[in-house]
């Protein structure tokens, strides 16, 4: 979604956000489950049940304790109670013969339902190594003025397969393909097929010569013709078109250069006759992603704007200078492998059966879309990390009303969005995105899904507001992290519709890291990268937060969808984007420490990866000024201050 309005912190919040009540009512993960039938009788959901009540009772006693005068207070405890009763009972049914048997087979299910966790995230990571392998061709324009780009490539193509190799555990294949004239004869193609043998790649780049030409313009379209023989293999296929001159034929090239008289020698078009749509649809056809690297953007930006009529998404990467033409390519690499691997778990985190919608980008007028009357579940922030890892979470409900497009606007991996207006008791309709789960089988459409949803969105929240504070006890201006406001809704007049609901982005959104270890090098975020790991070392290696995507606005990140890490495969099972240990350490393997994590006092991380390789992406990409000074309110501990400016 783009728009010219800026988010800020409060334009991501919900209006009326409810308070942790001082009588606590503590979520049922699994009551409505607990029966007195011995058969239905569900030991997980009653040792959660028992382990609420209990917390319950403590945290009312100890207020009673202070206000023994509060009547409201003396009848929830004495429900409490009650409920412990209720409990007893039913767990009289576990001390008889069929109560073991009944423990055993749970105890079974369980195990097997971890294994087959187990087994579904090895089989995904194997699936992202696997489509992460990626063939790069270099179409080059090797001509007398292009010696200084070859040069460079040779010299720093390691740090392209490098990279690839330790974010990617895949070995990258290369090609070239390099023209000069027709009247070149046969010096015309350079020809290298694809390989994974980088020193026999680099060695044969040291042996071309930039010669030939015998105009300005070139022939591209047997370059083009060239690449389209190429044993294009992989799931990646990057074509990198280097030039600084365009092709023959006048629809090429601008009108200044029309009656230049050593410009093109065939001013109609190629003299070979080749046709410039079925060499660039035969390319299009090996899914083939074209970027172009235009060294002389004046002369060659008419032949890529005709180009881009015929194969479409044709993007530019930017290059200041040859010695910075790897670093480019290798960013432009890591994005479209990232962006293969998030369709990927698309894939693996949807079933067959997914609700089908057309979608339309375009947003509802309001004034004639009907409004319903909607009840409003919400997760209440912990107070400590010790709820969260209990699993000891707070609900709080109320009512609403909602105003909904009729199709969404985009697909996520998990989700649809829809454009909407919602409003929380009598509050003003304000601007928000309904998201709804893509998966059709009811079970994944119950509130309990739903909720496995918004309490990792929750913990995500209270996350990012202890790593601030963490910040701004070492850092002066750090910048900040905040996750938007998220609720569940369920409408009233269809009981079996819910929506998590949450305030709208305007802004373009962005990923800047996954739940399997891939990191963005395009806009890389050391400030993102010491969250991820700071939530791991803060819970003691109990969880992680990852998939961080959302905005940054001014100084801050705005963020939303997380995903979470927990050493309990069995937590926010029915999510699935919880990747327990495994994920973790995917996310330690291409992990880089930089100054953020030095001065969060978090332990370095050892690797494979070699962080001189990795420094200009891993601590240049966020430009730091740092600095100790003496603050008189710290009583003259050191602060550092830290500006980051993301490249």
Known sequence: MESHQIDTVDSIRLKNKMKRPSLITIIDPGIENITAALSDLDINALDAELKNITHDISSNLKEYRSNPQNLALCQLIQKSK????????????????????????????????????????????????????VDICFLVDCTGSMQDYIDATRDNIKTLTNTISNLFRTKPRLAFIGYRDISDNENNLIKFE???DIDAFSDFLSHIETVG??????????????????????????????????????????????????????????PKNRELSKLLLDIKRHNVKYFSIQLN?????????????????LPEIDVKNANDIIQSITKTTTSVIMNTIHDTMSTFQTTATKKTYNLLASEPKWNLIPANPVKIIEIIMPRTLDEILQGILYVGEGSGTMKIASNPFAQG?????????????????????????INADPHYNTLTVYKQHLEIHVIAQFMAERFNIEQRLRFCNPVEIFYADADIVQQKNDLTKFYQ????????????????GGVHMVDY??????????????????????????????????????????????????????LGAKGMREFFRTHVCSKVCTELGLPKITNN?????????YVCSGKYEMQTITSESQDNDDIIIISEEDS
């Open 82 to 133: 009650a409920k412990l009763v209720q409990l007893k009972s039913w767990t009289s049914l576990l001390n008889t013969e069929d109560g073991m048997k009944l423990i055993q087979q749970q105890m079974k299910n369980e195990e097997e339902q971890v294994n087959k966790r187990k087994y579904e995230i090895d089989e995904l990571l194997k699936s992202v190594k696997a489509l992460s392998s």
């Open 194 to 196: 694809f390989t994974d």
């Open 213 to 270: 030409g015998d105009d300005i313009c070139e022939d591209v379209f047997g370059g083009l013709q060239a690449v389209n023989a190429l044993s294009w293999y992989n799931p990646n296929r990057l074509l990198i078109h280097i030039c600084d001159s365009p092709c023959h034929g006048r629809d090429y090239h601008d009108q200044q250069w029309l009656d230049h008289p050593e410009w093109d020698k065939h001013p109609k078009g190629d």
């Open 297 to 313: 953007n004046d002369r060659t930006c008419k032949m890529f704007q005709e180009f881009k009529f015929i194969y479409g998404t």
């Open 413 to 437: 991996s998990l989700r649809y969005a829809f454009y909407g207006q919602f409003a929380s008791d009598q509050e003003n309709l304000i601007s928000v995105v309904y998201k709804e789960l």
């Open 501 to 516: 609901v949450e305030a709208r982005f305007n802004q373009s959104m962005q990923k800047w890291n996954n739940n399997s």
């Open 525 to 578: 975020s050391t400030t993102l990268q010491a969250f991820s790991h700071w939530t791991y070392h803060f819970t003691a290696g109990r969880l992680m937060v990852v998939d961080l995507q959302g905005v940054r606005s001014d100084n801050v990140y705005l963020l939303t969808d997380p995903a979470i890490h927990f050493d309990d495969l069995k937590r926010y099972k029915e999510a699935r984007t919880n």
């Open 609 to 617: 990866i070699d962080e001189n390789l990795f420094k200009d992406y």
